[in-house]
């Protein structure tokens, strides 16, 4: 029997180049109508198309089927957006977990055409940015309505409840409490991970991922912390991408293991389209962790 030829059903193309091989084009081919894109590189000059296993984070986009050219971090010699145009912008830095929770809701509520990504490079960063847009000078900042406001979890909440899409939060009732008591417990959760890093002892950050295990557990009509898909998610998603490559790399601790809620949510968060997009690249995350949390050893 023949085997059949994959016919393309969709090709996105020209979102950018590859880095290593400038002269290959991104493209990426659905096979079929509910199959992932896979990455092509293509060559014009050598009319060449061959599967591209290393891709930059532009042509991640591209995968995703959410066709976004991510922008060029703006340094101190980029000269500032338009601030008189009425644009909803929301400054970020490709690296920074923070602003990468406001960076996921926006993508997940389908806002990429209404919410303008403004990535700053924080270690070169543009003056007007402390002048003239957020005076606190930190990422992430939202531009909206001619105000501009801070700090992610406020900023993911604003976003949810002013903008059109698909609701991350409840809106009352018990739920409401859980998710406002999960949501307070990021900070206390991300200092307690990361009290663990320096020594050898890992128990506090083993009863923290214990408390996250526990509480995945309240639902049971899907892998999130309520059940379905939420801010919560979104307020985690970040640090525990961090924390579970660094503990894996540097203690060689899978924060999963034993662990069948923890690992489970991992995975259905992996499968979110508008968060794959926001990850950075694990090996620059881990050298980040260890030049951060490692320094003095
Ligand atoms: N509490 C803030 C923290 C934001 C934050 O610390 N952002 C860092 C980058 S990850 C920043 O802008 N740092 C620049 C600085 O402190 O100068 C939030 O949740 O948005």
């Not at 892998?223 to 540097?250: C, H, K, N, T, W």
């Not at 508008?274 to 050893?297: D, H, Q, W």
Request: net charge negative; charged share 20%; hydrophobic share 35%.
């Amino acid at each position: 029997m023949a085997i059949p030829t994959p016919i393309p059903t969709r090709v996105f193309s020209g979102f950018g180049t590859i880095t290593p091989e400038p002269h290959f084009t991104c493209i990426a081919i659905k096979f079929s109508s509910t199959s992932t894109p896979f990455p092509f590189g293509f060559s014009p000059n050598k009319l060449q198309l061959r599967p591209l296993l290393n891709t930059t984070r532009n042509f991640c986009a591209v995968a995703t089927g959410v066709q976004e050219v991510l922008p060029t971090p703006l340094t101190s010699t980029s000269p500032p957006p338009s601030m008189v145009d009425g644009a909803t912008r929301l400054y970020i830095s490709y690296t920074c977990p923070y602003a990468q929770r406001v960076w996921i809701t926006r993508n997940c509520k389908g806002l990429q055409d209404k919410i303008q990504l403004v990535p700053i490079d924080l270690k070169d960063r543009p003056s007007w940015y402390k002048d003239k847009v957020y005076p606190p000078n930190k990422v992430p900042a939202l531009e909206h309505k001619n105000e501009v406001r801070g700090e992610s979890l406020d900023l993911i909440k604003y976003i949810d409840s002013h903008f059109e899409g698909p609701s991350l939060s409840p809106s009352s009732g018990p739920d409401m409490e859980f998710a406002e008591e999960l949501l307070s417990y990021t900070d206390t959760f991300y200092k307690t991970v990361v009290s663990s890093f320096k020594g050898d002892d890992v128990t506090e950050a083993c009863t923290a991922f214990d408390y996250i295990e526990t509480v995945l557990s309240k639902y049971d009509d899907g892998p999130f912390f309520l059940g379905q898909f939420s801010l919560v998610d979104i307020a985690y998603a970040p640090f525990i991408e961090r924390f579970q490559l660094f503990l894996m790399d540097v203690k060689n601790y899978d924060i999963g293991f034993g662990r069948p809620n923890l690992a489970a949510w991992m995975e259905a968060m992996n499968n979110i389209d508008g968060y794959k997009i926001t990850r950075s690249n694990p090996k620059e995350l881990v050298e980040s962790y260890k030049r951060r949390f490692l320094a003095n050893i």
